[in-house]
């Protein structure tokens, strides 16, 4: 069996090395010329036995897989949805419905086929100026909006917005730039900010079942920028009430969607009126440690992908992820306060906290490190695990409190 994977970074480079250890032969291809640092930081060639890198032949690189013997096309991380869903498509291999395929990159479209499928979504709009931005935030009577680009990741680019002022600011900054992944910005998503509590449901689809791995509940802050600051992710039980309904309409927007063969990736927000939609990815979901979720959650989105690859009979027999054994689990990225230089020393320092049980860097050691404006500057992540709530609080408060010192800078 051989599968390729297209942009293996993120939690892609731990479905390659999971899959590379199944004794599955894995193949990369890229979907850029360009790949940003931030991505590459992940990536191993030693699980790939063939890297056939960047062209813009597609066709010549599916008459590649096809002469390897490529059975299936993934997508590592949400640049190569694109690129891998069309390859699976001209090598007639399993796929999510062709004709949804930008809707499942541009979040215009998107929430156009969910709406469509009578589920709730933002009021929103696509401009591609700064003064449209504004003057639709003027005309729409919204007392909050939310600019960001087209087709990103890791609230690129995403800033809260209060007034038409504002909006011109956020929408010429999105327009002026490329987004995380190097693609340019021509058009920008204004959206009507939603308020309540916001979660993200990660599943594998198989022949348009759709199994759930894991939900989480997010908790955001907004920094100076007014952008969305990533603080820490906890497990939600998917029995539980909350559980319930972020399933059951997860479901129904991945049907929308046409996901019926892929990991997927589902931000929702549960308002007092219902669950709406913030966004999809029809990729497995990122920065997370596989691992670590498999041990105190029992499952994690990685695992039930590989299972969909190697042994789709067994689906049905894994049961969601649920913190059990009583204990606490928390998923922390860190913020840095002081621009500077990476300090070696930071890593060992947050790693001798009692609940920390796993801790990553998103930097390398002297290079140049900008105070946390989104996930993109988000220094690394660590999950605490506690056998009590109030342990687990203290090594979070105290992170935090180093965080302020300035851990992360020298």
């Not at 990660?202 to 022949?207: C, G, K, L, R």
Request: proline share 6%; glycine share 8%; hydrophobic share 45%.
């Amino acid at each position: 069996m051989k599968i390729a994977i297209v942009d293996g970074y993120s939690t892609g480079a731990a479905l390659a090395r999971r899959l590379a250890g199944a004794c599955v032969a894995c193949v990369h291809v890229q979907s850029r010329p360009d790949v940003q640092p931030f991505f590459l930081r992940a990536f191993r060639p030693e699980d790939y036995v063939l890297d056939l890198g960047f062209t813009e032949d597609v066709t010549g690189v599916a008459e590649q897989l096809r002469r390897h013997g490529v059975s299936r096309v993934l997508a590592g991380t949400e640049s190569g949805v694109l690129l891998a869903e069309t390859l699976s498509h001209a090598l007639g291999l399993p796929t999510n419905v062709p004709e949804l395929l930008h809707a499942r990159r541009d979040k215009a479209l998107m929430a156009e086929a969910v709406r469509a499928a009578g589920l709730a979504t933002p009021h929103s709009t696509v401009v591609r100026s700064a003064r449209a931005a504004a003057d639709w935030f003027a005309a729409s009577g919204l007392a909050e909006a939310v600019v960001k680009p087209l087709a990103s990741a890791g609230t690129d680019g995403v800033t809260f917005c209060g007034s038409p002022e504002e909006a011109a600011r956020a929408g010429h900054a999105v327009l002026s730039a490329p987004n995380a992944f190097g693609e340019p910005n021509r058009a920008v998503l204004v959206q009507q900010r939603v308020h309540g509590t916001e979660y993200y449901i990660n599943t594998v689809s198989a022949a348009g079942v759709h199994h759930t791995a894991e939900i989480w509940r997010y908790t955001k802050r907004v920094g100076p920028a007014a952008t969305p600051i990533y603080d820490f992710e906890e497990p939600v039980a998917p029995a539980s009430a909350e559980g319930q309904v972020l399933t059951a309409f997860a479901g129904e927007v991945l049907d929308a969607l046409g996901i019926a063969e892929t990991p997927a990736h589902t931000e929702v927000m549960l308002t007092p009126e219902g669950p709406v939609l913030i966004e999809t990815g029809a990729r497995l979901g990122g920065a997370t440690a596989p691992d670590v979720v498999d041990t105190y959650l029992g499952l994690s989105q990685t695992s039930l992908a590989v299972a969909a690859v190697t042994d789709p009979q067994s689906l049905g027999s894994h049961g969601a992820a649920e913190v059990s054994g009583g204990r606490w689990l928390r998923c922390v990225e860190f913020i840095n306060h002081h621009r500077g230089r990476v300090s070696a020393e930071a890593l060992t320092k947050i790693s001798e906290l009692p609940s920390v049980v796993f801790a990553t860097p998103a930097a390398d050691p002297g290079t140049l490190l900008e105070p946390t404006t989104d996930l993109l500057t988000c220094p690394g992540y660590a999950y605490f695990a506690a056998s009590n709530l109030t342990e687990l609080i203290h090594d979070y408060e105290t992170l935090r409190a180093w965080e302020h010192q300035g851990i992360y800078t020298r």
